[in-house]
């Protein structure tokens, strides 16, 4: 079993700038994908941004490429979500995933964190 927990949610003004943190715990980690999903009020859950164990494979979702970069530190089993020029439509729960598969992170990762929440006003 691995545990997510993520950090670092808030509320914001347009413009401004956040960084979410997710660590991981539980069975031997390593070699795993991460990223992040979104669920926004009145919306489905949404892929936001996905890397590979090593980093060196980064992808997002059209509505947050540019604005948003993912990155993740192995030493300490952390991924990041560093979100700039955020904008009210990206007011959301923001939930961090895993999955062995990185293929997977973008379609149905196996892994969920219990969310936090970001709002940005106007």
């Known amino acids: 079993q691995i545990y997510l927990a993520e950090s670092g949610g808030g509320s914001v003004q347009s413009g401004d700038s956040l960084r979410l943190s997710c660590t991981a715990s539980?069975?031997?980690?390593?070699?795993?994908?991460m990223g992040w999903y979104r669920q926004r009020p009145g919306h489905e859950r949404e892929f936001v941004a996905g890397?590979?164990?090593?980093?060196?494979?980064?992808f997002y979702a059209d509505s947050v490429r540019g604005r948003f970069t993912i990155t993740i530190e192995n030493s300490a089993n952390t991924e990041y979500l560093q979100m700039n020029d955020l904008k009210p439509e990206d007011t959301a729960v923001y939930y961090c995933?895993?999955?062995?598969?990185?293929?997977?992170?973008?379609?149905?990762?196996?892994?969920w964190g219990p969310g936090t929440q970001v709002t940005v006003s106007a």
């Open positions: 995933v895993a999955d062995p598969a990185v293929s997977l992170i973008a379609k149905n990762p196996e892994y």
């Open positions: 539980g069975r031997t980690w390593g070699g795993y994908g």
């Open positions: 890397t590979s164990w090593s980093g060196a494979s980064t």
